[in-house]
């Protein structure tokens, strides 16, 4: 099956920096979108960072520009979430997650999308989630 497997230290003070990691495995899909949300009580799951797998370019919401980073490792099939100059807001569940189904196109990908079709419907593999909190 489909396996989404985070890991990292995810505790830090403000203006710190955390790395996430998401290892993935029996993962088939193509054209589809990959990334990283996070929730809060109380809150939507919401996506901060993502990339579209069938060409370059990565999106992130207005919250974390500037301060996070997607990328991937292919040989390792893993995908990371760079978080620098970390603030308490930030503090929250962290999710990795792709589609479970082909998009067809990358904007679909952007934040605000992903995040809607997700309220509308889920439709993603997720990993296990990564709380960090970020203290002041």
């Known amino acids: 099956q489909v396996q989404l497997v985070e890991s990292g230290v995810g505790s830090v003070q403000a203006g710190g920096s955390l790395r996430l990691s998401c290892r993935v495995s029996?993962?088939?899909?193509?054209?589809?979108?990959m990334g990283w949300f996070r929730q809060t009580p109380g809150k939507e799951r919401e996506a901060v960072a993502t990339?579209?797998?069938?060409?370059?370019?990565?999106y992130y919401a207005d919250s974390v520009k500037g301060r996070f980073t997607i990328s991937q490792d292919k040989a390792m099939n893993t995908v990371y979430l760079q978080m620098n100059s970390l603030k308490p807001e930030d503090t929250a569940m962290y999710y990795c997650?792709?589609?479970?189904?082909?998009?067809?196109?990358?904007?679909?990908?952007?934040?605000?999308?992903?995040?809607?079709?997700?309220?509308?419907?889920?439709?993603?593999?997720w990993g296990q989630g990564t709380q960090v909190t970020v203290s002041s």
């Open positions: 997650a792709a589609d479970r189904q082909s998009v067809a196109t990358a904007l679909l990908c952007m934040p605000s999308l992903w995040t809607k079709r997700v309220d509308e419907g889920d439709n993603n593999y």
């Open positions: 029996g993962y088939t899909g193509t054209s589809v979108c």
């Open positions: 990339f579209y797998t069938d060409r370059g370019g990565t």
